[in-house]
């Protein structure tokens, strides 16, 4: 099969080949014929005995030894040595010898030119003229398709690369999602443990908010833009839970503002920063805590900011796993458009993070 497409690919190449030389010659052909007068046959005769053989002899060495070995290997200066060289070796050695003969032999041209020099003398301008035209053409082609095969190939590359570059990017963001999940949901049951010890009543509730937290994490956040909205109303969630385990001994603040409803947003980008404050400020605050989230949109950037109780005995010591996932998704999701700071004093912790969402 593929030998069959070659042979296909070849004919087609000579086909174009051969067209190209019937152009050339019937064009100059008929440019002589009504410059000069003449039969057009007999001349078109003439050329493809006398005139064509050259012109291809000269420019497939061209096209098919020069170009390749000095001008495609950036030996300018060479190829253009070279192919005047050979243009002129062609035209005083082969191309007016061998012309000279067609047109003694075929139109009977000794009665009037009977010596060779004077042949020379008149033909030697319009036949070098002719000959760098006919080669500049072909090699003009011969670039232009070397040159196009070039981008081709470039750009099959670039694709090849980008679709190579996406498919890890979203092979990535599915890792770290992944470990969102059984982060989350590890929190989530030891909070729930926390209450069967104590045999609470609001045990079943804080089974619905896990129920719904579950719901959004495991399945509505496979997409890669969500409503804010959605994203918010977790935290809500999220919040009512720590609020029924922490009772009294917590201050917690939840404020929105600015274009929400219109918002979209990667998901579970500012829940991680939520339970991160509960359990490196509540859990280990020692008597009454806060935490403090405050979110805004407004022209087209959403603004976060988390911060939560240090006592001195919580202080955080490095970058937990929910924010190097984070800071890694930011990076992959919005390169170049966000800003994502952590600040820590002797007794609040804060996380700032800004996102351009257009």
Known sequence: MASVQTQRIDIKRIGYHILFWVVITVG???FSVVARGGALGKTLLVDFLFYTPTDILCVYVVLYVLIPRFLLTKKYILFSTLSVIWIAVMVVFIAIPFQYMGLTEVLDYKAI???FYPFFKRNIVEIVTLKFMITGIAAAIKISKVWLVSQKRQQKLFTEKLETELKLREAELKFLKSQINPHFLFN???NLYSL??????KAPEV???ISALLDYVLYE???PLIELERELESIRNYIDLQT???GTKTNISFKTSGQTASCRIAPLLILPLVENAFKHGLDKTIGSGYVDIITDVSDNEL?????NTLNGENNHEGEGIGIKNLRKRLELQYPGKFTFELTQTETEFQAYLSILTT
Do not use: E, Q
């Open 244 to 246: 029924i385990r922490y």
């Open 303 to 307: 603004k976060v900011s988390v911060k």
């Open 113 to 115: 030119i009977p010596d």
């Open 221 to 223: 956040c496979n997409v």
């Open 207 to 209: 089974v619905l908010k």
């Open 188 to 190: 989530a049951l030891n």
């Open 28 to 30: 100059y052909d008929l």
């Open 196 to 201: 069967t010890l104590t045999k609470s009543d």
